[in-house]
């Protein structure tokens, strides 16, 4: 029996344009964050989408919201067993986007000199592993490649 191969989600998919629309990089780093743990790839999609429908597709918006409510949002998306600590990681990985970066992934990429950097700097937010950091990164390298040039 061979084991399935996890999708390789894409920006693109889900109609998110990373290299000039700020909130729409931090919308795939969301993804990111959520496509990084273990859990399937549909559960985290279908949670996603239900941040998204919420309007909780900004770092301010995950910090502001109830935990009572993020869990439960988590538990609709399919996080059954794993919602108290995806609460607390995904609330405790915001605050430091908003303290760090002021919220912006773009400019943690500006203060980031390269692509190693920018993988230490990600790696430095709560629950950012070396996983979710090479599902983000694999989009942000036409930053780099941009000043460059």
Not at 26 to 31: G, H, I, S
Not at 42 to 57: E, R
Not at 70 to 89: D, F, I, K
């Amino acid at each position: 029996m061979t084991a399935r191969k996890r999708p390789i989600h894409r920006p693109s998919d889900f109609d998110l344009d990373v290299i000039d629309n700020d909130d729409d990089l931090f919308r795939w780093f969301l993804m990111t964050f959520l496509l990084g743990k273990p859990i399937q790839s549909t559960v985290a999609v279908k949670t996603w989408q239900l941040f998204l429908d919420n309007k909780l597709d900004f770092p301010w918006a995950i910090v502001q919201i109830k935990d009572r409510k993020l869990t439960s949002l988590l538990r609709q998306g399919g996080y059954t067993r794993y919602q108290h600590v995806m609460t607390y990681a995904l609330k405790t990985c915001m605050q430091q986007l908003v303290d760090f970066y002021d919220g912006s992934l773009l400019l943690m990429i500006e203060q980031s000199e390269n692509e190693d950097e920018l993988s230490k700097r990600l790696q430095k937010l709560y629950g950012v592993g070396p996983k979710t950091a090479e599902i983000f990164m694999r989009e942000t390298e036409e930053y780099f490649a941009r000043r460059n040039e």
